[in-house]
């Protein structure tokens, strides 16, 4: 059986959450705002959420493209809620300015978006490397005469190999002469 690659997401889901979505742009964009800058975003977010919502409900004109209506009105939702946390965390804090690096609780949030990243990247370059070793592997059926059949079972119940490793071990010695003539030099196989 095929390995599957575990950290990826299956198809039909999405890596990121609509809150992941959210709180990367909200933490990227609020970098450097002031409260009044904020609070604007704040205002603006919960109109789209509004607005996404009515088209969901088919009340409104569609135009956001690449991107089904209920996952653009969930990530509204979450952006609105997220632009609400930093504006609240700014109020207790008394920050004049959003900085990110100050904002444990969304540096959080980064890190964990970065190590899911960083495992999925690992676990789609360990599947490639394993799809490129597969590629590499010759599986094939042989058929042999009754004779050479029988040398090949004794060996193996010799060595304690199956028939199939005592070949592939012969396989692995094989040496081709410049004239193309085929020999294995003599071994003793091995487990």
């Keep these: 059986m095929r390995d599957q690659m575990p950290a990826l997401p299956k198809k039909g889901k999405r890596m990121w959450s609509a809150q992941d979505v959210a709180r990367d742009q909200v933490r990227r964009q609020a970098n450097g705002l002031d409260v009044a800058a904020v609070a604007e975003k704040v205002a603006k977010a919960a109109v789209r959420e509004r607005e996404t919502a009515d088209q969901l409900r ?75 070793e597969e590629a590499d592997e010759l599986r094939a059926e042989v058929r042999l005469s009754a004779a050479s059949s029988r040398l090949v079972r004794v060996v193996a119940g010799r060595t304690g190999l199956r028939p199939s490793e005592v070949l592939a071990q012969l396989a692995e010695r094989i040496v081709v002469g410049e004239d193309g003539t085929v020999s294995v030099p003599p071994f003793t196989p091995s487990l």
């Design 58 to 132: 088919g009340n409104g004109s569609f135009y956001e493209f690449e991107m089904d209506r209920e996952r653009l009105a969930v990530i509204w939702l979450a952006k609105h809620a997220e632009w609400q946390r930093v504006r609240d965390l700014m109020a207790i804090a008394g920050w004049s300015v959003y900085e990110p690096e100050r904002d444990a609780q969304g540096s959080g949030w980064a890190r964990e978006r970065e190590e899911r990243l960083a495992g999925a990247l690992a676990a789609q370059a360990a599947f490639g490397e394993r799809q490129g």
